[in-house]
């Protein structure tokens, strides 16, 4: 984890980064702290130019607001699913304005599309499964490494408010493969990182508990 709200910037969301021999950056957060998630990179001994690529889980500027500069400086190929991308695209719904920070367009080089999708990045297989709920392409990331299953699950606490994209029976359903993909390690979306599986799975059922019903 190289952002959140306590090691970058109030506001963020927590950004993660793998390496896979090229590094793959997970969000990218508000946009008021691309310099330090930069220092928190090297601050780990691995060194920021061998970024390839980032994966936008979804278009809600929390998680978008620093990737037209992220871009600029390393030519990031962007992926997001389809649902997505217009907003990513646009700025529009992305609720920078509540922020009350800009929010500069970019363009999603790779528009993921179908329920899964299985891509090879540098020596590392990700898996992408679309979770639709908190938004329409909202979007997890699985990987194993060292005979575990790390999920990237996003904002698994919601909110699945429809004036922010969501929908809560499409949430139910996410939810619900999110738990079938036994992860040992999730790496939620503001809640940081947590484990093990018994850990994992009780972190997600309480979220579609309280989902019941809506």
Same mark, same amino acid.
């Given at each position: 984890?190289? =952002?959140?709200?306590?090691?970058?910037?109030?506001?963020?969301?927590?950004?993660?980064?793998?390496?896979?021999?090229?590094?793959? @950056?997970?969000?990218?957060?508000? =946009? #008021?702290?691309? !310099?330090?998630?930069?220092? !928190?990179?090297?601050?780990?001994?691995?060194?920021?130019?061998?970024?390839?690529?980032?994966?936008?889980?979804?278009?809600?500027?929390?998680?978008?607001?620093?990737?037209?500069?992220?871009? #600029?400086?390393? !030519?990031?190929?962007?992926?997001?699913?389809? +649902?997505?991308?217009?907003?990513? #695209?646009?700025?529009?719904?992305? /609720?920078?304005?509540?922020? /009350?920070? !800009?929010?500069?367009?970019?363009?999603?080089?790779?528009?993921?599309? /179908?329920?899964?999708?299985?891509?090879?990045? *540098?020596?590392?297989?990700?898996?992408?499964?679309?979770?639709?709920?908190?938004?329409?392409?909202? @979007?997890?990331? +699985?990987?194993?490494?060292?005979?575990?299953?790390?999920?990237? =699950? #996003?904002?698994?606490?919601?909110?699945?408010?429809?004036?922010? *994209? /969501?929908?809560?029976?499409?949430?139910?359903?996410?939810?619900?493969?999110?738990?079938?993909?036994?992860?040992?390690?999730?790496?939620?979306?503001?809640?940081?990182?947590?484990?093990?599986?018994?850990?994992?799975?009780?972190?997600?059922?309480?979220? +579609?508990?309280? +989902?019941? *019903?809506?």
């Amino acid at each position: 984890m190289i =952002g959140s709200s306590e090691i970058s910037h109030a506001m963020d969301c927590c950004v993660y980064l793998v390496d896979a021999g090229e590094m793959v @950056m997970i969000d990218a957060g508000t =946009g #008021q702290s691309t !310099n330090l998630l930069i220092d !928190n990179i090297h601050s780990l001994g691995l060194m920021p130019e061998k970024l390839t690529t980032l994966v936008i889980t979804h278009a809600h500027i929390d998680h978008i607001g620093s990737l037209a500069e992220l871009k #600029q400086k390393y !030519n990031l190929k962007m992926i997001a699913h389809e +649902l997505d991308a217009d907003a990513i #695209q646009t700025g529009k719904g992305v /609720g920078a304005q509540y922020y /009350g920070v !800009n929010y500069v367009p970019v363009n999603v080089d790779i528009k993921l599309s /179908g329920a899964e999708n299985d891509r090879k990045i *540098g020596s590392q297989f990700f898996k992408f499964l679309h979770i639709p709920g908190h938004t329409a392409g909202s @979007m997890a990331v +699985l990987l194993e490494t060292g005979n575990k299953k790390v999920l990237f =699950g #996003q904002d698994i606490h919601g909110p699945y408010h429809r004036m922010w *994209g /969501g929908d809560a029976s499409k949430a139910r359903e996410s939810l619900k493969k999110l738990i079938a993909a036994r992860a040992d390690i999730l790496c939620e979306g503001h809640f940081g990182i947590i484990k093990p599986a018994e850990a994992v799975e009780e972190f997600i059922y309480d979220y +579609l508990n309280g +989902l019941e *019903g809506r």
